[in-house]
């Protein structure tokens, strides 16, 4: 059974203020903190003329502009630092083209997930300080990384940082940074994507009066598909400036220019006007899967790709995926088996000797869904390294369980909801698991672990009809920060339970105004159900198409008997 929670109702102090608002389209946006018409109206209304910030309100942004423009008219090597991941590439691969456009001597360079790690490493930076690299920009890395740019420093290399991560104790001694989350910073948003960041970059080289291109604003504004790409598959919240960047690059990746990006979605299977969704679950894990079981080179080439080389690599990149999904699936079932049905722990660590780092995080996810825990899973690499991702739950704090026991680690880093960290010595793994599952144990054995259901809003059946769905597609993009809004109907009649689908795993449920609503995967779910019963349903609207009909859904989300 899962937690139902409702948001808090709005006061009628609010909703005296907005008569003109539907009541349920103003709770909506009260419970996303939406409480002055400034804000309803940004939200509502996206703006890219009026949304988007000055990317000089960045306190370093002027001098890391004119580093890398004297680097271009002194025809100085650069070289873009980018990650492994989706939106590490795409940082990449946005920064590069408008250098190239520029007419900078440019290079890229992604490191190597189990090779080398996240973020600058030392030989990498030996390697660039011998073959006389002038210039390092790093994207969505690099903030973490003092000692590695002291080395770039005193080999006459000098830094520009662009990241989105956190600030830590000693800041690297770069040429500039530019990160919304430094203290000393007054970007009015901090939640930018490492894409967003080398955004902002890309639109002061833009703006600036050394830039000599004269198609200034479609070389922008041609680039926010993967700007939208890499805001979304990093899960960043879409909202504020995220979702204006996302709204005009869901624009823009609907006619993408990209060729690369073209094959992806077309070998992706994905027809018609694409979303959020089809980023989150379709190309977003494509672009990440290169860095996950072979080398994220392959995501930014495909990126880079024209014509038939452009397939080619959308074809190697979707045989990847498959790979992926089929190692996920083969390695989750082995550990679902050593941990069994019901855990008596409330901290699952789980070491499984053959997987390739780029999958414990999805590892450790599938089970912190499947048992509701927070989850670690280790593995050994090529290079003899103990190597660990995890994911939490709402009421653990990884990040900080994990700071408690740091004398185990080489090194760690993460946040609230995953955390990573290199294990000095194997010896140590029994002490270490049996100490931090103790410590789990203290805080989450009196906690509800049964998965959060979060409802936005009661409603009742008048209010589900097509004035409301178009309300609700003002709020699109969909997103972290701004999910497709969950609705509550209490006591209802159920009049009908239809079993649909080709595997009968579906029904369909027929409520007291012949309504018809769609439960997906519901065979055991329904079981406790039966016809005259007055249920509670939680709900999510959209619109089903078929044979050129539209009609209003309702997908099930989860259901009970009322009370």
Request: aromatic fraction near 8%; include cysteine; hydrophobic fraction near 40%.
């Amino acid at each position: 059974m899962k937690r139902w929670e409702i948001c808090p109702k709005i006061n009628e102090e609010i909703k005296n203020k907005f008569p003109e608002i539907n009541p349920i389209v103003l709770q909506l946006l009260y419970n996303r903190g939406l409480k002055t018409q400034k804000e309803i109206d940004e939200f509502l209304l996206p703006d890219y003329s009026q949304d988007i910030a000055d990317p000089f309100i960045f306190l370093e942004m002027q001098k890391a502009v004119d580093r890398i423009y004297q680097a271009i008219n002194n025809k100085e090597k650069i070289l873009i630092y980018g990650d492994y991941d989706a939106d590490g590439v795409s940082s990449t691969f946005v920064l590069y083209e408008i250098l190239k456009k520029l007419g900078a001597r440019i290079e890229t360079y992604l490191p190597d997930r189990e090779l080398e790690g996240y973020g600058l490493n030392k030989e990498a930076i030996k390697n660039f300080v011998e073959k006389k690299i002038n210039l390092i920009i790093t994207c969505d890395c690099g903030i973490a990384n003092a000692e590695e740019v002291d080395l770039a420093n005193r080999g006459g290399v000098e830094t520009i940082i662009t990241d989105h991560h956190l600030e830590p104790k000693i800041l690297p001694k770069a040429l500039a940074i530019i990160n919304p989350h430094l203290k000393r910073e007054k970007y009015p948003f901090e939640d930018l994507a490492g894409v967003g960041v080398a955004f902002k970059l890309i639109q002061a080289l833009l703006q600036s009066e050394k830039c000599v291109l004269e198609d200034k604003e479609a070389s922008e504004k041609w680039l926010l598909d993967l700007v939208a790409l890499g805001t979304i598959a990093d899960a960043m919240p879409l909202l504020k400036e995220n979702r204006t960047l996302c709204k005009y690059g869901l624009l823009v990746l609907n006619k993408t220019r990209n060729q690369g990006l073209k094959a992806l979605i077309e070998k992706s299977g994905l027809k018609g006007v694409l979303d959020t969704q089809n980023i989150y679950y379709q190309l977003g894990p494509r672009l990440n899967v290169a860095g996950r079981i072979d080398h994220a080179n392959e995501s930014l080439k495909l990126l880079l790709a024209e014509g038939d080389e452009a397939h080619s690599l959308a074809s190697k990149i979707n045989a990847l995926n498959e790979k992926r999904q089929k190692m996920v699936e083969d390695l989750f079932t082995e550990i679902k088996r050593e941990v069994g049905e019901e855990p008596k722990k409330h901290f699952l660590i789980v070491f499984k000797e053959k997987s390739p780092v780029g999958i414990l995080g999805l590892l450790s996810q599938k089970l912190v869904e499947n048992y509701a825990r927070p989850a670690v899973v280790m593995t050994k690499t090529e290079k003899g390294d103990l190597k660990a991702s995890g994911r939490s739950i709402e009421c653990f704090d990884l990040y900080a369980a994990l700071s408690s026991f740091s004398d185990y680690f080489t090194n760690f880093g993460g946040h609230r909801g995953a955390a990573g960290f290199t294990l000095k010595r194997f010896e140590d793994f029994e002490e270490f698991k049996e100490e931090m599952e103790q410590l789990a144990e203290k805080e989450i054995k009196d906690k509800d672990l049964r998965q959060k259901i979060e409802i936005e809003a009661e409603v009742k059946l008048p209010d589900i009809n097509w004035d409301l769905q178009e309300e609700l597609l003002r709020f699109e993009p969909f997103g972290h920060g701004n999910q497709k809004p969950l609705f509550l109907l209490s006591s209802i009649n159920l009049r009908n339970i239809e079993i649909v689908g080709q595997n009968g795993r579906h029904r369909r449920l027929v409520i007291e105004d012949g309504r018809k609503m769609i439960y997906f995967n519901s065979d055991k779910e329904v079981a406790g159900l039966k016809i005259g019963d007055k249920i509670d349903v939680v709900f999510e609207l959209g619109v089903n198409q078929w044979n050129g009909q539209q009609s209003l859904e309702m997908k099930v989300i989860d259901a009970k008997r009322s009370m």
